[in-house]
């Protein structure tokens, strides 16, 4: 069966990134994520998130969702990619990462002043939430970096019990112009505010118009040490 949940707006973009592999409400069944980064709720193309609970039965209407991060200022993009980040602040419910592209959703150019922003959320939210009311915000290291184009959850891959994230930036210039590079942050480390540069792994390309990060994931367990792995394209 399929069913649809309506965005407010077509123009909103609303399910331009969904995730349905996390539980904020404790009934233990999956609960899904959606992004509507073009969204005007808060201001001209802040974009929005939308927690939808309970699993799905029907057809329904995204403004009836159980909770939803409402972005603030013109064209922040929130919401170009959401995903569950498993429980980082041990309230035993998944917690939210969501991403503010600074009005590129779209990752498909170069050389602008876009500076992309991962925030974490408590899961345990319900109505609406300013996007300000982040636990944690990680931005990217310079301009232009697209940080934030590449998001995934890569459940626990150094063996602590908690969810490690990845992010991607295909347009950082640390090494060469649009090396690019990838992140990883440990679970129980994406509160408070920090840049990607103090990430606990830092994966650059070493080569100009490398753009690794142009794609990220989990790879699954490779080399059997019970740890997965994380793949990064460029």
Do not use: K
Request: proline share 1%.
């Amino acid at each position: 069966d399929a069913w649809i949940l309506a965005g407010d707006r077509a123009s909103d973009v609303a399910g331009w990134r969904v995730d349905a592999d996390g539980d904020v409400d404790g009934d233990q069944i999956a609960d899904i994520l959606v992004g509507a980064p073009l969204s005007d709720q808060g201001a001209n193309d802040a974009g929005i998130v939308y927690v939808w609970t309970g699993g799905v039965t029907g057809d329904g209407d995204l403004r009836d969702a159980h909770a939803w991060i409402v972005g603030e200022f013109p064209d922040d993009g929130f919401g170009a990619d959401v995903h569950f980040a498993g429980d980082q602040d041990g309230d035993g419910f998944s917690d939210i990462v969501a991403v503010h592209m600074g009005g590129e959703i779209w990752c498909d150019s170069s050389g602008n002043n876009q500076v992309g922003i991962i925030d974490l959320y408590s899961g345990a939210i319900t109505g609406e939430v300013a996007s300000t009311a982040a636990l944690g915000r990680w931005s990217s290291e310079g301009r232009g970096d697209y940080a934030g184009c590449g998001l995934a959850n890569l459940g626990d891959i150094n063996g602590d019990e908690l969810d490690d994230i990845a992010v991607s930036a295909w347009g950082s210039d640390v090494y060469e112009t649009d090396a690019g590079a990838a992140y990883v942050i440990y679970g129980g480390g994406l509160a408070g505010e920090h840049d990607l540069g103090d990430a606990d792994v830092r994966l650059y390309g070493s080569d100009q118009y490398f753009r690794a990060g142009s794609s990220l994931g989990d790879a699954g367990d490779l080399d059997g040490d019970g740890l997965t792995e994380l793949a990064v394209g460029a």
